[in-house]
């Protein structure tokens, strides 16, 4: 099968959408699937005002339909920015089927910015949403809350982690005084970093990652150390250098830094939110609690093996054939993506690997 996935985040983004998508699609490809990206490196485009390391695509529908021409069996939306945009309204028009994924809490990181009221984005998302064959989504708590809040048609699309890259044998010594607490991702305002950096813990507290809030943070909290952006091998290095691995956001729909550092033996301290509560869960690979501080103190005494042999049920391999199940359980369905339309009464449904339940 040949399927065309559409993005507005893609290199140089550092994140973890664009890290799922690119790992998915090498899986894929060892299945029989190829898949291609439509991306901001497509178009035209411009700098983000106040988040310059997001590009914008000026995305002309007439060049999407000049892609879309070109004999994919699916096409897949990965984001809802112009990218996304543009090839929704294509695929309408044109009345091809396609699916699309919710990856990002737009609502809550838009109210934490402007205080615009989530309902006001969460009826826009929805509408751009509804429209598909289906919206994968990376765990149940996520496909629940939704569902709750009128998204149809959720498939559940999990995630996988590089076992080899990300390792314990990755382990150096830093340096510093430990123990040493990490947090690694993007630095701004939703990802609530300055929770982490406000507690009173022993050691290092160690900040991995770029951002509009970085200036602010290190001002603020000068006894941290902010390394800036790394590689994913060098990332690995660090996860596995240090010894607990802080994850304070309260809006992230999965966290795949929870899995890379899990898969370095590294126990995860993180409220017990949407995001670490399906990834790590009951799995004894990391403590999660509302007292933040003392989640922390409690996962150095995690084992590192715990973590580790979590990491290990989380395969891209497994990912890949989950998204291209949902891909065929969207056609079947047969939905018309061109319609958009479905009876106001239906209730909402959600599929898991094609098998279609209740939430």
């Keep these: 099968m040949r399927i065309l996935i559409a993005t507005d985040a893609w290199r140089p983004q550092v994140n973890g959408v ?47 339909s000049r892609r879309l021409a070109q004999g994919y069996e699916h096409v897949h939306i990965a984001t809802e920015g112009p990218v996304g945009l543009a090839t929704r309204a294509c695929c309408r028009r044109q009345g091809r089927r396609f699916t699309t994924s919710y990856h ?17 984005t969460y009826a826009l998302l929805r509408r751009f949403h509804n429209s598909g064959c289906g919206t994968m989504v990376s765990t149940q708590t996520l496909a629940q809350e939704l569902a709750g809040r009128g998204f149809r048609r959720l498939m559940r699309w999990s995630r996988g982690v590089d076992h080899g890259l990300f390792q314990p044998g990755a382990a150096i010594d830093l340096g510093l ?14 990802k609530n970093v300055e929770a982490f950096l406000s507690l009173d813990l022993p050691g290092t507290k160690l900040v991995v990652g770029d951002g509009p809030a970085r200036s602010a943070l290190e001002a603020r909290f000068p006894q941290a ?57 009951g799995s004894g690979a990391g403590v999660l609690s509302e007292d933040l501080q003392a989640a922390c103190l409690a996962a150095t005494e995690v084992p590192r093996a715990v973590p580790r042999d979590h990491a290990l049920t989380f395969t891209w391999e497994a990912s890949a054939r989950q998204f291209l199940d949902n891909v065929a359980a969207a056609h079947q369905a047969g939905e018309s993506a061109a319609s958009g339309k479905a009876a106001s009464a239906e209730q909402p449904k959600l599929f898991v690997q094609g098998e279609m339940i209740k939430p």
Excluded at 53 to 64: F, H, K, S
Excluded at 179 to 187: E, K, M, N, Q
């Design 18 to 64: 664009v890290r799922s998508l690119e790992s998915m699609a090498g899986a894929a490809s060892a299945l029989g699937a190829t898949i291609e990206f439509l991306t901001p490196q497509d178009f035209a485009s411009f700098p983000m005002p106040t988040y310059p390391e997001i590009q914008l695509a000026l995305a002309w529908p007439g060049a999407v």
């Design 104 to 120: 990002t809490r737009f609502p809550e990181y838009i109210h934490a910015r402007s205080r615009l009221p989530v309902s006001v």
């Design 177 to 190: 005084p430990r123990p040493i607490f990490l947090y690694a991702g993007r630095l701004a305002v939703e």
């Design 225 to 281: 150390r902010f390394v800036g952006v790394k590689t994913s091998a060098e990332l690995a290095t660090l996860y596995a250098s240090s010894d607990v691995f802080v994850f304070p956001s309260r809006t992230d729909t999965f966290g795949m830094v929870l899995l890379e550092a899990m898969a370095c033996g590294l126990p995860v301290a993180a409220f017990p939110v949407a995001g670490p509560l399906d990834v790590v869960g």
